[in-house]
Structures are given as structure tokens and as C-alpha cells.
């Protein structure tokens, strides 16, 4: 049940901005692509303000306060500057991410130790089941919220907003200021989209940078559904339209991961979904003839009973699905199930996975003869993390298995008496996992460490002790990339005759430019740590190495490889297999919370000699003999670099 009670959670919460959505783009004609940095703003402010002890419902003012100012702002340029509604919105969004960062101090707050409004609601519960009590406030919640817009929008100065939108020509001979109306308006719309960011952030248990990116096209199909199921002049109607429209939307989301859909397929869905409604919606719309006008005018003759209708097939169904999870009956099978977390795509998360099956098999787990493994990709949306965590829960998995730190805090939000153990994540305990290696939630174990880079700092200091500029390029999104960086700072502190250049990314296509950049700088080498965005792009940073003459020392093994000068650092895949071990003494019943998290125990040393010949660079005999993978001229020697299933090649211990 959780799954279906869970995507209506989700439906509802994200409604709040899918109606800010409404106000834009149906009463302005105006796509607003603010939404995607206001959604992270009022839960940034929200998830501050939660943190500093603040009543997790008195930040919600706050929220809609700072995302009506990011409306406003874009409002004031598209009305004032007379830009591009489009552009506006993509330049306040863009500006959005950096004062978001600044805002939250860093790219993720986790929540799961605060008080929030679940756990105020946990503390209220009658008995029933979690999801569903939180489901019932949030019901209750959206009912007045819609009461209150609707009602807004039928007052006097609701019919000169929505006049503005169809007629401004009209309003203007009227008396009416159109600009400040349609600022009006989106300030509106976008403190909206504050509220259900606050919202969001307190039910997933943490506020994220990233958490905004695509937004626009969830409300925007939440609109399009909810105009075609409820096609309405009341604005009663219109608005409950949107309401169900983004219920739906993240019902249909769940009703893929259910019936086993690819999650790379996720997107291509949902698209094609809202593309039939949106064309069968118009062939309604314009049919003047025939069947389909004949069943226009039987759906408005008596919309009202098809809407009644509606809602109760609905509130049976939830009912079914409620009764026949509470009165199931457990899993009979003795073979454990097994679920697999992705986060995205990205070899960090793939080469983990790919560890974990493999050294599974060496340990004599075969899927469906005496176990059962189940494996689901986010693809990098974040609340389709919870969707994957409440579909595993409806699927009675026995042990949950996240991997990386999205995927981890996703699966403590949710999971609070099965077994949960995360791998390759930096720092578990900044996310609220435990403080310890050994104080830490009993059903919580696994597999984390942060990057080797002050043994990697001292490689490069003896290959270069001089006195000179390092540069290194990061996306300050990720967690995990902020926590190696300030490792890095920290272990330059040893090193002052070592200045340390940076430059942030947003995204992949920032790297080129951002290497090219600190190139210019007469920075001796790119230090470079483990970050998905820089790496994404990581041929980049090796056209102006070469160009250059610049070489690449990092963290990530993997890139000995790519052109890469040195690498020291650990290998993902070894991350899987630990995590098979742990997972392996959890299901022959010992209990996680007697075990202790692991770091990562092996590390790649690697020297790329092509790389060194290019740049006439001389390898120290220390080094040479130290090193424990090469390539050389274009084949890796020594130990296999790319391990193949079943063979883990010798590495040295962590330092």
C-alpha cells in the first residue's frame, strides 16, 4: 500500500506548485520556468529555519515569502525590461542557484533528526498505518488550500488577474495596471511553489540543491491532465483539476516502477502520456460533429455526476488497496529479497551495483533459485526515489540496499525496521545515518569513505615540492563533492606554498569552459576531486591537459585510464563487493546494528606513462615502484585496471 498511498502523497504535495503552475501558464499564458529554483528556495529557507528550531508549519509563511520574491523579480524584469517571459524566467532560475547554496550554506540538509510535520504528525498517530495518516492531513490540508484559491480567484481582484490574462487591452481602458497585475500574479504563483518545496523537504527528510531541476514539466503535466479529466468554466473545478492531475501524474510514476517498466523509460512515458491526453483532449475540444461531439455534450450535460462518480471509483480503489495491504498476508517464500536503489546512471552508482551482483554470485546468491534481487533507477529524480523505496516496502523486501547518498536518505525517511545497507556514499553521518561507525540506528549499516586525497595531495608534492598553483573544478550540488573539497583544503593546510584554484560547474557543459579557465591561471596541475558533473565531461578537462601540458592527478581510479596522470584512489566496484559481505552476514541473521560501517579497504595507485611521455614528464623511481596499475603505451599493465566479474587483482591497503 505504501506505494500507491505514497505517490498520492507525493501528487498532493507537489500540487501546491503544479496550482502556482495553473496561475502562470493558464490565466497568463506564461510558461514560468522560475518554478525550478523557487522550489529549492522555500525548501532551503524551510529546512534552515527547521534546523534552527523553528515550528516546521510556522516556515511555511517564510517559504512562500522568499518564492513570491522570486517571482516578483521575475515579473519586474519581463514587465519592466520588456524581456522574453522565457528568458526571464531562465535567468531568475539560474541566478536562484547560487543564492540557494548560499542560503542552505551548503548542497544538502538532511532533516531525519529534526522535527518535521511527519514526525508531528508520528506524534499524533492514532494507530493507523504512517503513510496513510500523513496522507489524511495532507487531504485535509490541500481541501482548504484549494477552497481558499478558488474562492480567491472568484473575488473581484481574482477576475481582474485572470481578465489580465484574456483580455489585457480591455483591462488597461479599465484603470488597471496590467504590469502590476501579471507581477502580482507570479509573485503569487511562485510563493506557491515555495510552500510545496517546504512541504517536500519535510516529508523526504532532506532539502537538496538539486531537487528543483525539471519541476516545470511535473506541474506543467499536472495542468494538462487535470484541464483534460475536468475541462470546467468553474474555477472550482479548473483547480480541482490540477489537484488530481498531479495525483495522477505521480500515480502513473508508481504504476510503471509496480508493473517492472525500465526506469531509463520513465521519462519517455510520461511524455508520451501527457502528449495522448493533450492531442485526445483537442480532438474533444474541436469535434463539431459525430460520436465524439455527441459524447462532449453528454460529459458537460452531466459533468458534475462524472465528476462524483470519479471521485468515488477513486476512493474505492484507495480503499481496496488499503484493505488488501492491511490484511495481507506475509511472504511465505524463504528465499530473502533483495532491492537495489539507483540514484542515476553515472559509473560511480553502476560500477557499485555491478560489485555488489558480482561478488553476490561468488558468495552463492543466484537470482530467483535462493534469492530474489530487485534493481530500480531514479534516474536522477529525486522523489521518484521514494516512489522505488515505497514500491520495494509494497514488495516486502527484506533487506534495502541504496546506493549513493540521494538513495541512502530517501531509505532512512522510510525504512525504520528492515535492514538498510547504503554503499559508496562520502560521509553518511552529514546526512543524519548515525554519528558514529558504531553509534548508529540498529538497522542501519554499510559502506562509505571519503576520497584518499591527502595521500593524493602527497604524491603530487613528490613529483612537485616547489612552490606553485593547483586548480580544481566541482559542482557544489553534491554532497559528497563539498565534503572532499573541504577534505582538500584540509590537507592543504599542510602544504602553504600550495595556492589552490577553483571553479564551480552547474552542469557538464560548464567544464570545458571551466578548465579552460584555471588553465589560463598557470596552475601547475589539475587536482581533481570525485564529482559526477566534472567527471560526466571528464574529456574535456583532458583536451586542455593535453593542450596545455597540464597533467590530471585524482581521486577516482577509474580515470587512469581516460588521461589521467596519477590516480590514487578507490575502485566503486570494491564498494559493491563490501557491501555484498555486509549484506550476506545481515541475511544469515546477524544484526546490523552490531556492525560497524565499513570503509572502503582497498585503493588504486596508478601511473599513466603515455600521459607522462606526452608531457615529458619524468615518474619518480619512488612512485614507479609504488604504483600498482600503468598504462603504457595505451594497454593497462600490472594488475588488470577493469575488473572483470568474480577477480578482485591486489591492491593496497588504505593508507
Not at 598557470?522 to 593535453?546: C, G, P, Y
Request: one cysteine or more.
Amino acid at each position: 500500500m505504501e506505494l500507491w498511498i505514497g505517490a498520492v502523497n507525493l501528487g498532493i504535495l507537489y500540487a501546491f506548485m503544479a496550482i502556482g503552475t495553473y496561475i502562470t501558464y493558464k490565466l497568463y499564458s506564461f510558461p514560468d520556468i522560475t518554478i525550478d529554483g523557487t522550489f529549492t528556495t522555500g525548501a532551503a529557507v524551510a529546512s534552515v529555519m527547521i534546523v534552527d528550531g523553528w515550528n516546521p508549519l510556522l516556515v511555511l509563511p517564510f517559504a512562500f515569502g522568499v518564492g513570491s520574491l522570486a517571482g516578483f523579480i521575475t515579473g519586474f524584469i519581463h514587465t519592466r525590461f520588456k524581456i522574453e517571459g522565457l528568458l526571464a524566467g531562465i535567468l531568475v532560475m539560474s541566478g536562484l542557484y547560487s543564492v540557494n547554496l548560499h542560503i542552505m550554506g551548503k548542497s544538502n540538509i538532511p532533516l531525519l533528526n529534526n522535527d518535521t510535520f511527519v514526525s508531528m504528525l508520528s506524534a499524533m498517530n492514532p494507530g493507523i498505518n504512517a503513510e496513510l495518516w500523513s496522507c489524511i492531513f495532507l487531504i485535509f490540508l490541500i481541501t482548504l488550500f484549494w477552497m481558499a484559491v478558488s474562492l480567491f480567484l472568484k473575488t473581484d481582484f481574482g477576475l481582474t488577474m485572470r481578465a489580465t490574462g484574456n483580455n489585457p487591452i480591455m483591462v488597461a481602458a479599465q484603470g488597471v495596471s496590467v504590469n502590476r497585475m501579471k507581477i502580482f500574479g507570479i509573485a503569487l504563483a511562485n510563493g506557491f511553489v515555495g510552500i510545496s518545496g517546504a512541504l517536500v523537504a519535510q516529508y523526504q527528510g532532506f532539502a537538496d540543491v538539486g531537487m528543483g531541476v525539471g519541476s516545470v514539466i511535473f506541474s506543467l503535466a499536472a495542468v494538462i491532465i487535470g484541464e483534460a479529466i475536468l475541462r470546467h468554466r468553474s474555477m472550482f473545478i479548473q483547480v480541482l483539476g490540477v489537484i488530481l492531475g498531479s495525483i495522477i501524474f505521480r500515480l502513473a510514476v508508481a504504476l510503471a516502477l509496480h508493473f517492472g517498466m525500465n526506469p531509463n523509460d520513465l521519462k519517455l512515458i510520461t511524455a508520451f502520456f501527457v502528449l495522448t491526453t493533450l492531442i485526445a483532449s483537442g480532438a474533444f475540444g474541436n469535434s463539431k460533429t459525430g460520436l465524439l461531439r455527441y459524447l462532449v455534450d453528454e460529459y458537460r450535460k452531466y459533468r458534475m455526476w462524472f465528476i462524483i462518480i470519479f471521485l468515488l471509483i477513486f476512493i474505492l480503489i484507495f480503499g481496496y488497496l488499503f484493505l488488501k495491504s492491511t490484511g495481507s498476508e506475509e511472504r511465505t517464500d524463504k528465499m530473502p529479497k533483495i532491492g537495489l536503489i539507483m540514484a542515476n546512471n553515472s559509473d560511480i552508482v553502476t560500477k557499485t551495483r555491478d560489485g555488489i551482483l558480482s561478488e553476490l554470485h561468488k558468495l552463492g546468491y543466484e537470482n530467483g533459485k535462493n534469492c530474489i534481487i530487485l534493481e530500480q533507477n531514479a534516474e536522477g529524480d529525486i522523489p521518484t526515489n521514494q516512489t522505488i523505496v515505497d514500491h520495494y516496502v509494497n514488495e516486502q523486501v527484506d533487506v534495502f540496499v541504496p546506493i549513493s547518498t540521494a538513495s541512502t536518505q530517501a531509505t532512512l525517511n522510510k525504512v525504520k525496521i528492515k535492514p538498510v545497507i547504503f554503499a559508496t556514499v562520502a560521509n553518511p553521518f552529514a546526512i543524519g545515518a548515525g554519528k558514529s561507525p558504531i553509534d548508529h540506528p540498529g538497522n542501519i549499516t554499510g559502506v562509505y569513505g571519503p576520497s584518499p586525497i591527502k595521500e593524493l595531495l602527497a604524491v603530487f608534492r613528490e613529483m612537485d615540492p616547489g612552490k606553485l598553483k593547483i586548480g580544481t573544478i566541482y559542482n557544489p550540488a553534491y554532497p559528497n563533492t563539498v565534503s572532499n573539497l573541504k577534505d582538500l583544503k584540509k590537507a592543504l593546510t599542510a602544504h602553504q606554498d600550495v595556492v589552490l584554484e577553483e571553479v564551480t560547474v552547474s552542469n557538464s557543459n560548464d567544464v570545458y569552459q571551466a578548465a579552460l579557465a584555471l588553465s589560463s591561471k598557470e596552475i601547475a596541475a589539475f587536482v581533481l576531486i570525485n564529482d559526477l558533473t566534472v567527471f560526466n565531461s571528464f574529456e574535456s578537462v583532458v583536451r586542455i591537459s593535453k593542450n596545455s601540458k597540464i597533467p590530471i592527478f585524482t581521486c577516482d581510479a577509474e580515470r587512469l585510464k581516460d588521461g589521467a596522470l596519477i590516480v590514487y584512489g578507490f575502485e566503486y566496484f570494491v564498494s559493491g563487493m563490501q557491501a555484498a559481505h555486509l549484506m550476506n552476514r545481515v541475511i544469515r541473521g546477524e544484526n546490523p546494528a552490531n556492525i560497524p560501517f565499513e570503509k572502503y579497504k582497498i585503493v588504486t595507485y596508478g601511473v599513466n606513462y603515455d600521459v607522462a611521455g606526452e608531457m615529458g614528464i619524468i615518474i619518480p623511481s619512488s612512485v614507479q615502484s609504488n604504483a600498482d596499475a600503468s598504462v603504457i603505451k595505451g594497454k593497462l599493465t600490472k594488475p588488470p585496471f577493469i575488473l572483470p566479474p568474480m577477480m578482485v587483482p591486489k591492491r593496497y591497503p588504505t593508507l
